[in-house]
């Protein structure tokens, strides 16, 4: 079993960064991949960003130049440092994890962006 634990949320005005980590029960080296998921209020969750065992990275349009996902694998974390955030970016972050075909999902951790 895995356990993912998120933080890093909170209110932030637009412009601002949030940097957000997910901290891992399992070494990270196990995964296939890992990733950043969101989710908004009456929407469906959806990819942000996402990195493989490779180091290959993928983002949504909507965050390029803006987000950027990384890892420490001596702390288990992987990390969505996110800049210059808009009102579109207020969701509930959550930190995935492929292991073995199966996914894992942390609780999640809100990002609002306003004023």
């Known amino acids: 079993q895995v356990q993912l634990v998120e933080s890093g949320g909170g209110l932030v005005p637009p412009g601002g960064s949030l940097r957000l980590s997910c901290v891992s029960s399992r070494s990270i080296f196990s995964f296939d991949a890992m990733g950043w998921y969101r989710q908004a209020p009456g929407k469906q969750r959806e990819l942000v960003a996402s990195?493989?065992?490779?180091?290959?990275?993928n983002y949504a349009d909507s965050v390029k130049g803006r987000f950027t996902i990384s890892r420490e694998y001596a702390k288990s974390t992987v990390y969505l440092q996110m800049n210059s955030l808009k009102s579109e970016d207020t969701a509930v972050y959550y930190c995935?994890?492929?292991?073995?075909?199966?996914?894992?999902w942390g609780q999640g951790t809100q990002v609002t962006v306003s004023s």
């Open positions: 990195i493989t065992t490779g180091g290959l990275t």
């Open positions: 995935n994890a492929n292991w073995e075909g199966a996914d894992y």
